[in-house]
């Protein structure tokens, strides 16, 4: 069983930055690789980025491709999403989640932590 929970949303003007970040419980954390989704009102939840258990492999949505990095720190049980040069349409509740292999389905999730993007 994993735990997770989200933190660093929150409100930002267009072109900002913020960064997000998801702790997990449980001494298993780098034992899943992560993954960053998103929805946004109207909209089906989309991956927007995910990172391998050790951080060797990500991926990347096109639609956030060079704006935004997945790291993690197995040391901490932390996976975070820094999110750059940030635009309306970035506005969502944010959840990440956690895979027992990079690019399977997921089996834990977060809460969400809502970034909103005002232009």
């Known amino acids: 069983q994993v735990q997770l929970v989200e933190s660093g949303g929150g409100l930002v003007q267009a072109g900002g930055s913020l960064r997000l970040s998801c702790a997990a419980s449980?001494?298993?954390?780098?034992?899943?690789?992560m993954g960053w989704f998103r929805q946004a009102p109207g909209k089906e939840r989309e991956l927007v980025a995910a990172?391998?258990?050790?951080?060797?492999?990500?991926y990347y949505a096109d639609s956030v491709k060079g704006r935004f990095t997945i790291s993690r720190d197995n040391t901490k049980n932390t996976v975070y999403l820094q999110m750059s040069s940030l635009k309306p349409e970035d506005t969502a509740v944010y959840c990440c989640?956690?895979?027992?292999?990079?690019?399977?389905?997921?089996?834990?999730w977060g809460q969400g932590t809502q970034v909103t993007v005002s232009s």
């Open positions: 989640a956690a895979a027992k292999v990079f690019g399977s389905d997921y089996e834990y």
């Open positions: 449980g001494r298993t954390f780098s034992t899943y690789a």
């Open positions: 990172i391998s258990r050790g951080g060797r492999n990500t």
